[in-house]
């Protein structure tokens, strides 16, 4: 009976401190997403990135998988084409396992395109919802995977294929 109570006591005194440090892995993501965001509507797309490991893959709701420079390769393209760009990410939960964190995160963005061939503006709108897998590297948390669980896209208020 009194291993139980050491025990219990013992689990009780911890569950603050894992607490306490799942909410600060929270905030120090939540710093990477805000940074990524930064960085993406000064059109920085290096500094962006910057916050993914190098083996960084994205996969769609469809399964399809795309390799870090894919994704630059993309990117690029399109914020090349932007007149502006609103971004924002919201971390909804964090779970750690040593060092490693899955994070369920919301997306919102605002892009404002140019056409090329008429050279009109289009708002293209975007909400996504996400779980990411994130691990510590030289005491920095970096963004391995990113695995798109809901996702909506709207050209000029109009829904477009997802």
């Known amino acids: 009976m009194k291993t139980l109570v050491l025990l219990t006591a013992a689990f009780l005194l911890a569950a603050p ?3 306490q440090d799942t909410a600060t892995v929270q905030k120090a993501i939540q710093a990477q997403y ?3 965001a930064a960085a993406f509507m000064k059109k920085d797309i290096s500094a962006g990135l910057s916050i993914n490991t ?3 893959a994205t996969t ?3 399964g399809k998988k795309t390799t ?3 994704f630059k390769a993309a990117l690029t ?3 090349s084409a932007a007149q502006s760009i609103k971004l924002s990410s919201t971390v909804e939960k964090v779970t750690v396992k ?3 964190a899955t994070v369920i995160v919301s997306d919102k963005s605002l892009f404002v395109l140019t056409n090329p061939q008429t050279k009109k503006s289009t ?3 975007g909400a996504s919802r996400n779980e990411d897998t994130w691990i510590k590297q030289a005491g920095v948390w970096k963004r391995q995977k990113n695995r798109a669980l809901t996702s909506q896209s709207l050209m000029d208020g109009k829904p477009v294929g997802n």
């Open 60 to 62: 769609d709701t469809k």
């Open 68 to 70: 870090l420079a894919e």
């Open 54 to 56: 190098s083996g960084f």
């Open 98 to 100: 040593g060092e490693t």
């Open 34 to 36: 805000n940074k990524e």
């Open 77 to 79: 393209q399109i914020i």
């Open 123 to 125: 708002k293209v709108e």
């Open 17 to 19: 401190v894992v607490a």
